[in-house]
């Protein structure tokens, strides 16, 4: 168990430097790039990348899975899923490259055939690295990964930055993003240093294939209908309201989605290891969730009070519509948290068909709510979110205790702590900025008074072992060497 812990441990601190480092640079291009283009220009990308998004789901999701949890996969096996991944690559492309006029046609915006044909080649890209990415997930490598990710970002984020000051608009975060791609799946190969036999063994991917394809289609589902949202508002609304959408939807990413996919990459393998073990099953998947709300709860809670003045502070006052879009959307991260981790436990418990069983039961449902929602108009729209997002906490931990018996009352009750402490600083938060008008103090006192106030928190109550870490990081920071 200490050998799993250290390896857990390990895993989410280079995890975590890989994501905080690049999403920290990806943040301060995007406020460059936000504040040099319009929210059109981020409209259009937005629409295009729903259709690639759920393309790259089916390459990229499944048999990466099934080679994690194959405990006695050999070379064939990855040389079968490599050759595999590049033919679907290619296949998907095409795929897109013949539906480009047609996606133009149906959101009425000529310049989406062109964009599409050329930020889709990401498909083809991409389709080269995924067995390398998962060699180095399975080894919870994520030392190798961040170095490429960080590499890749800055080049990229910088020609980005360079084309969109030259007027290129659009085109400049199509050009960010292959390059991103491309430097990536370069760099990745450099150090890894695997190289396939180019292989396929129909018996293996028949093997691998039963545990994938459900994985794949439940994905599918799930991808599909996160790309509803900018599909309903692309195609009803407008590409100026799905920019700020997109801005609002970033920000809430950043702080839920990206924190929690720090700790799900390694959560993934350590599950998997001691997939006959119920109670330690239960335990470690508390130990997830809860050291990610830490984090990610009084962010969540902070962006709610602190919206506007964060909206106008760093992307200007023309994307100001975004405040309001993000306050709904933060509630959404809340739940996020949880019910990500639980869908974690098919992966681990080998149950892929209660993964896509529920998938499709909870879309089903989801769509319903958001073809009503639309009737009622684009705020309804958004707040809906909320009442899926509840929804899928209460499906999704339903099923994990019926796999490893873990109640949805249990998981709540581990984060008390966390949402008390998180609801008290939003309130002084929200009270010591009430009356400063100036957006850039009232951000930064905010700041300030909210980190203060949840560490104070935190240790008097000692919330999820806050004195036991804050001891460790104060001697590691005193005495390194020990």
Not at 115 to 132: A, E, K, W, Y
Request: aromatic residues 14%; positive net charge; proline residues 2%.
């Amino acid at each position: 168990m200490n050998a799993l812990r250290q390896r857990a441990i390990r895993g989410v601190t280079w995890s975590a430097v890989e994501r905080f480092s690049v999403q920290f640079i990806q943040f301060i291009i995007s406020i460059v790039l936000a504040r040099l283009l319009l929210p059109s220009d981020f409209g259009l990308i937005a629409i295009v990348m729903i259709i690639i998004n759920v393309l790259q789901t089916i390459n990229e999701t499944g048999f990466g899975a099934a080679l994690i949890n194959k405990q006695s996969r050999d070379e064939l096996d990855f040389s079968t899923v490599f050759v595999l991944n590049i033919f679907l690559g290619f296949f998907l492309y095409d795929i897109l490259y013949i539906l480009a006029p047609f996606i133009s046609i149906f959101f009425k915006q000529p310049q989406l055939t062109h964009l599409s044909r050329l930020i889709g080649l990401n498909l083809i890209i991409t389709s080269f690295v995924v067995v390398q990415r998962t060699k180095l997930i399975i080894k919870v490598d994520f030392k190798t990964q961040a170095k490429a990710s960080f590499i890749s970002v800055v080049i990229s984020g910088i020609v980005g930055i360079y084309t969109a000051y030259n007027g290129f608009g659009a085109m400049a975060l199509v050009i960010q993003s292959l390059l991103n791609n491309a430097l990536n799946t370069l760099l990745i190969w450099t150090f890894v240093k695997w190289k396939p036999k180019l292989q396929l063994s129909f018996n293996r991917l028949k093997s691998l294939f039963d545990f994938a394809y459900k994985l794949i289609l439940a994905r599918l589902i799930n991808t599909v209908f996160e790309e509803a949202y900018s599909f309903a508002i692309g195609k009803v609304y407008t590409p100026e309201q799905l920019g700020y959408f997109n801005r609002a939807k970033s920000f809430q990413t950043l702080s839920s989605n990206n924190i929690t996919g720090i700790v799900q990459r390694v959560s993934t393998p350590i599950l998997c290891e001691v997939q006959n073990d119920q109670n330690q099953l239960s335990n470690i998947l508390i130990k997830f969730i809860t050291s990610t709300a830490f984090i990610v709860y009084p962010l969540l809670f902070g962006m709610f009070v602190l919206a506007k003045p964060l909206v106008s502070v760093l992307l200007t006052d023309k994307w100001l519509p975004a405040a309001g879009m993000l306050k709904i959307l933060c509630p959404v991260g809340l739940f996020y948290v949880i019910s990500t981790f639980n869908r974690n436990v098919f992966n681990a418990t080998g149950r892929t068909d209660w993964a896509l069983k529920t998938e499709i039961m909870k879309k089903i449902i989801f769509i319903g709510i958001i073809i009503f929602s639309i009737y009622f108009g684009f705020k309804a729209l958004l707040i809906s979110q909320i009442v899926i997002a509840i929804i899928e906490f209460v499906v999704d931990t339903h099923y994990t205790q019926k796999q490893i018996g873990i109640t949805p009352i249990q998981q709540l009750k581990s984060l008390n702590g966390i949402i008390l402490a998180s609801f008290a600083m939003a309130l002084l938060v929200g009270i010591s900025t009430y009356f400063i008008e100036n957006n850039f103090l009232k951000l930064i006192i905010g700041a300030l008074v909210g980190i203060s106030v949840y560490s104070t928190i935190c240790l008097i109550f000692n919330i999820c072992d806050f004195k036991f870490n804050f001891r460790n990081i104060l001697k590691r920071v005193i005495s390194p060497k020990s």
